[in-house]
């Protein structure tokens, strides 16, 4: 799920419907569907509402239940209920394997998490401060990682 802020600027967009609408937050990502990709520079935030996940777990005053930090390599995901969940993305595209709490991803975890409280409320320009850069992808390793993503898909479907 995308947040709500890039996906209504994609629609605007698109639709070419004008500016984005006064006090939104967020760009618009169509340029990324008609080959104007430019690498991964930027974190993407998810957030959804699931039923049956509930808690107290800090960071989570807006009602929602999950929210995640997608960089071009990895997802981290917290929930209300404290599970967290980290993917490696560019060895598991379909995200079959958490790494969470896996030692070879200690420091990647402490970078996502703190990456997560950094992003998960900004506002304004503080939205469009670029991932350190060791979490930056460029165009070319995105590419390499979606040839990777479909043969993986190929291979665990059976295609």
């Known amino acids: 799920m995308l947040n709500d802020v890039l996906t209504s600027d994609y629609y605007i967009d698109t639709a070419q419907a004008g ?11 169509a340029g990324l569907l008609y080959g104007a ?6 974190p993407m935030l998810t957030e959804g509402l699931l039923k049956d996940v509930h808690g107290p777990a800090k960071g ?7 929210i ?3 960089t071009g390599r990895y997802k981290y995901v917290r929930y ?5 969940e980290l993917y490696d993305l560019a060895t598991d595209p379909l995200e079959l394997e958490s790494r969470i709490d896996e030692p070879g991803y200690g420091t990647v975890q402490r970078d996502l998490d703190r990456l997560w409280w950094e992003y998960k409320d900004c506002r304004g320009e503080a939205c469009r401060a670029p991932l350190p850069a060791s979490y ?6 995105l590419v390499n990682q ?3 993503a479909r043969h993986e898909v190929g291979r665990y479907y059976g295609e």
């Open 37 to 42: 990709d430019r690498g991964w520079s930027y």
């Open 60 to 66: 989570f005053g807006s009602g929602l239940t999950e």
């Open 136 to 141: 930056q992808r460029t165009k070319r390793q």
């Open 19 to 29: 500016s984005t609408l006064r006090g939104m937050d967020g760009e618009s990502k």
């Open 68 to 70: 995640g930090i997608r």
């Open 146 to 148: 979606v040839v990777h």
């Open 80 to 84: 209300a209920n404290g599970d967290r």
